[in-house]
């Protein structure tokens, strides 16, 4: 039969392998053991570019510097607990619930490899949670410039990652 193999290996009932789906890691177009961002030929002969960093080294720099921004957010949310919470157990609680709990929301919504991928807002949304909160954890420590600079490299790296994403992807903005 010809869907007998499919129905053994559990993809046409809707089995284990059929939940997988398609590896996220790897891009649009990109195939498995190829550098994202190689020139690869098609098969009519004309180069086609695959998406990805290769070529374009300030967008492996922003990706860099987000992961930088996303690191400073914690301990800055951590920091700020320590300092502010009422008590040894507000402080513990604040100084590590926060960065707790900015780290699950990240990975929930908003990582790379998240295990759920809501909308572009939504993902802003949480993005803005976490590293405004970062900003604002700096501002709250008494440093209100260093905070205004570091909303603002925020927001620049964002908007950069993001469309240059969306982008190299195909993905609709």
Known sequence: MPGEAA???GTRSGGPRAMLGRPRSRRRGARRGEDPGMVRKTRNGSAEAVAGPA???WFTANELLAF??????LVLLAWWGFAEGGGTAGRVLLGLGLPAAAVVL???FAAPRARYRPALPWVLLVKALVLGGGAAAL???GHPTAAYV???VIVLNTTL????RRRSTGTPE
């Open 150 to 152: 570091l909303a603002g």
């Open 161 to 164: 990652a993001e469309t240059s």
């Open 7 to 9: 129905e053994r290996d």
């Open 55 to 57: 070529g374009r080294p």
């Open 106 to 108: 990240w990975g929930l």
């Open 139 to 141: 501002y709250g420590l």
């Open 68 to 73: 930088l921004l996303e690191l400073a957010a």
